[in-house]
T-cell receptor, first 114, second 113 residues
Framework: QKEVEQNSGPLSVPEGAIASLNCTYS??????FFWYRQYSGKSPELIMS????GDKEDGRFTAQLNKASQYVSLLIRDSQPSDSATYLC??????????????FGGGTRLMVKP | DTGVSQDPRHKITKRGQNVTFRCDPI?????LYWYRQTLGQGPEFLTY????????KSRLLSDRFSAERPKGSFSTLEIQRTEQGDSAMYLC???????????FGPGTRLLVL
């Protein structure tokens, strides 16, 4: 079992719709969670971080964390074609020896169709 | 303000050759990380520096790989006797001691022929 799991997609949504991206993790002591966006051939770009249970909103993006279910999600409202990218979920277990080493899921490819 | 920079951005080499990549973190970031990303996968942790000390290495980092951060500023990642399986994007990220958010550089894409 992978430590961080994501559906590889592609997830296809029409422009203006809500895109829902999901991620599960296996290590219960994980404390910090991140969503990165990665365009093809580019490096990951941070979208949001979330540390406590519940929702965190930033513009069109909402991250949701449920530590009991070991589940974190990202909602993108009013999806735009420019949101088409791979979304990486990353988890930080601060108890490891590698500082704040991130463990990434394989990413979900999102396609927003005009 | 400049973000994390990496050099070169692309490298094509023949199997068996040595290559070296450089990463310049965000100024005053004392933590520096190297990751490797292959096509269709998420980045995988390779190694971590706090200032000049290399504190952790992944089992992915074979004996052919070595990383340094001699003055606690820029870092280098060297791959000796490259193999085709080393073809990947090599990503560098940095953060300060208080923060957890890692900021990634543009990456070095390596192709071993």
């Amino acid at each position: 079992q992978k430590e961080v799991e994501q559906n590889s997609g592609p997830l296809s949504v029409p422009e203006g719709a809500i895109a829902s991206l999901n991620c599960t993790y296996s290590d219960r002591v994980s404390q910090s969670f991140f969503w990165y966006r990665q365009y093809s051939g580019k490096s990951p770009e941070l979208i949001m971080s979330i540390y406590s249970n519940g929702d965190k909103e930033d513009g069109r993006f909402t991250a949701q964390l449920n530590k009991a279910s070991q589940y974190v999600s990202l909602l993108i409202r009013d999806s735009q074609p420019s949101d088409s990218a791979t979304y990486l979920c990353a988890v930080n277990n601060m108890n490891n020896n590698a500082g704040n080493m991130l463990t990434f899921g394989g990413g979900t490819r999102l396609m927003v169709k005009p | 303000d400049t973000g994390v920079s990496q050099d070169p951005r692309h490298k094509i080499t023949k199997r068996g050759q040595n290559v070296t990549f450089r990463c310049d973190p965000i100024s005053e970031h004392n933590r520096l990380y190297w990751y490797r990303q292959t096509l269709g996968q998420g980045p995988e942790f390779l190694t971590y520096f706090q200032n000049e000390a290399q504190l952790e290495k992944s089992r992915l980092l074979s004996d052919r790989f070595s990383a340094e951060r001699p003055k606690g500023s820029f870092s280098t990642l060297e791959i000796q006797r490259t193999e085709q399986g080393d073809s990947a994007m090599y990503l560098c990220a940095s953060t300060d001691g208080a923060g957890e958010t890692q900021y990634f550089g543009p990456g070095t894409r390596l192709l071993v022929l």
